[in-house]
């Protein structure tokens, strides 16, 4: 999984990238501290594999892991090449989703670039930004596609898709407002449109406003159901603040954010948002070698999911031993829960759960 981090220049973007990914990128307050995009990866917390591993003596344990980009911080005129808002908007087309990290904190020592505090302007600005950015691009993509079909059926279905997207670029609206049939959803997602990843609003506050993930403030309250106007996922955040656990060990992090009214780290949330934003699930494996957790899509069946981990297993797929992860742990054993009678034999169209601890039987 792939995360582009965006958003406008000064937002704290940087900051919280190298608290996310423990790196080292530049995070300065003046506009375009960051000039080239970082790039960083970070294994997926979870306190399963650990328990998972002891039960197998695993030798190793492989988490799943999230891979996050950031990119210079945007100004009005981005999407046109601004700042080198191309060259960056373009290197984002490659994310899965977008993180748009949103000002919300006051600092007379970091300047806004438009003077002010305001989430809601700022969120208009860089929506505004990828749609320019999309126009530019379906424009390109029509003075190419309306040769060709002139004399070719698919490019003439082609161009009728350009024409829907380029029309709700131009009133404004993401190239989400296109409903595109399951016929044609290759060839949208070949287009790697920015309005239509997914969003997820990273509200980057002051430590005051992080308690009870700022149900009582009420810009937050409308950004939120800003939020779910547009299907996006929101979540708030403080950057500082994450740069500051960086230096603590799992149990101060918890007593430091116990004492800011807070239940979870800001990657907690962005993971959670991220896996709901993107419908996604993880299955287990555990056995002597290893214990690892595999990321696929929600919906996926037992045969696809093998695919995750081999072609050969996919192709050759003959059942999935599968048992909860909860009660295998709560067991101690593969044996204790077979025991039990919670060991289920299922077959290819079985549709994956979160948390399925799964052995799959297979010959090729």
Same mark, same amino acid.
């Given at each position: 999984?792939?995360?582009?981090?965006?958003?406008?220049?000064?937002?704290?973007?940087?900051?919280?990238?190298?608290?996310?990914?423990?790196?080292?990128? =530049?995070?300065?307050?003046?506009?375009?501290?960051?000039?080239?995009?970082?790039?960083?990866?970070?294994?997926?917390?979870?306190?399963?594999?650990?328990?998972?591993?002891?039960?197998?003596?695993?030798?190793?344990?492989?988490?799943?892991?999230?891979?996050?980009? $950031?990119?210079?911080?945007?100004?009005?005129?981005? =999407?046109?090449? #601004?700042?080198?808002?191309?060259?960056? /908007?373009?290197?984002?087309?490659?994310?899965?989703?977008?993180? !748009?990290?949103?000002?919300?904190?006051?600092?007379?020592?970091?300047? !806004?670039?438009?003077?002010?505090?305001?989430?809601?302007? $700022?969120?208009?600005?860089?929506?505004?930004?990828?749609?320019?950015?999309?126009?530019?691009?379906?424009?390109? *993509?029509?003075?190419?596609?309306?040769?060709?079909?002139?004399?070719?059926?698919?490019?003439?279905?082609? /161009?009728?898709?350009?024409?829907?997207?380029?029309?709700?670029?131009?009133?404004?609206?993401?190239?989400?407002?296109?409903?595109?049939?399951? #016929?044609?959803?290759?060839?949208?997602?070949?287009?790697?449109?920015?309005?239509? &990843?997914?969003?997820?609003?990273?509200?980057?506050?002051?430590?005051?406003?992080?308690?009870? +993930?700022?149900?009582?403030?009420?810009?937050?309250? &409308?950004?939120?159901?800003?939020?779910?106007?547009?299907?996006?996922?929101?979540?708030?955040? %403080?950057?500082?603040? #994450?740069?500051?656990? /960086?230096?603590?060990?799992?149990?101060?992090?918890?007593?430091?954010?116990?004492?800011?009214?807070?239940?979870?780290?800001?990657?907690?949330?962005?993971?959670?948002?991220?896996?709901?934003?993107?419908?996604?699930?993880?299955? /287990?494996?555990? =056995?002597?070698?290893?214990? *690892?957790?595999?990321?696929?899509?929600?919906?996926?069946?037992?045969?696809?999911?093998?695919?995750?981990? !081999?072609? $050969?297993?996919? *192709? =050759?797929?003959?059942?999935?031993?599968?048992?909860? %992860?909860? +009660?295998?742990? *709560?067991?101690?054993?593969?044996?204790?829960?077979?025991?039990?009678?919670?060991?289920?034999?299922?077959?290819?169209?079985?549709?994956?759960?979160?948390?399925?601890?799964?052995?799959?039987?297979?010959?090729?």
């Amino acid at each position: 999984m792939k995360l582009g981090i965006l958003g406008l220049t000064n937002s704290g973007k940087s900051t919280l990238f190298n608290s996310l990914t423990k790196s080292v990128a =530049g995070a300065g307050n003046y506009p375009f501290s960051t000039v080239e995009t970082n790039i960083g990866a970070v294994s997926v917390p979870d306190e399963r594999l650990g328990k998972l591993a002891a039960i197998y003596n695993s030798k190793k344990i492989t988490p799943a892991v999230i891979e996050f980009m $950031d990119v210079a911080g945007l100004v009005r005129g981005a =999407g046109k090449g #601004e700042g080198l808002g191309n060259r960056f /908007l373009a290197q984002i087309r490659e994310a899965d989703a977008v993180v !748009h990290v949103v000002r919300m904190f006051e600092d007379p020592n970091v300047a !806004h670039v438009d003077g002010n505090i305001d989430p809601s302007r $700022d969120i208009e600005t860089i929506n505004l930004e990828l749609i320019f950015s999309d126009l530019e691009l379906i424009e390109r *993509r029509l003075a190419k596609t309306s040769k060709a079909a002139k004399a070719d059926k698919a490019a003439q279905r082609e /161009l009728e898709l350009l024409n829907a997207v380029n029309s709700k670029l131009e009133e404004g609206l993401p190239a989400s407002a296109v409903s595109f049939g399951a #016929e044609d959803e290759a060839f949208a997602a070949e287009l790697n449109l920015l309005t239509r &990843k997914p969003v997820l609003y990273a509200i980057n506050v002051s430590e005051n406003d992080l308690a009870d +993930d700022g149900a009582n403030n009420e810009t937050i309250k &409308k950004l939120r159901e800003r939020a779910e106007g547009e299907g996006a996922e929101l979540f708030v955040v %403080c950057a500082k603040t #994450e740069e500051e656990l /960086l230096s603590l060990d799992e149990d101060e992090q918890m007593m430091f954010l116990n004492d800011l009214g807070v239940s979870e780290s800001g990657l907690s949330k962005l993971i959670k948002a991220s896996y709901r934003s993107l419908g996604l699930i993880s299955y /287990l494996t555990a =056995g002597p070698k290893e214990t *690892r957790a595999w990321t696929i899509k929600r919906g996926m069946n037992a045969r696809q999911a093998a695919g995750k981990i !081999h072609s $050969d297993i996919e *192709r =050759g797929f003959i059942r999935a031993e599968i048992v909860n %992860c909860e +009660d295998l742990i *709560r067991l101690g054993s593969y044996n204790a829960a077979k025991d039990g009678g919670l060991i289920r034999l299922e077959g290819k169209d079985y549709i994956v759960r979160e948390s399925d601890v799964i052995l799959f039987r297979f010959n090729v």
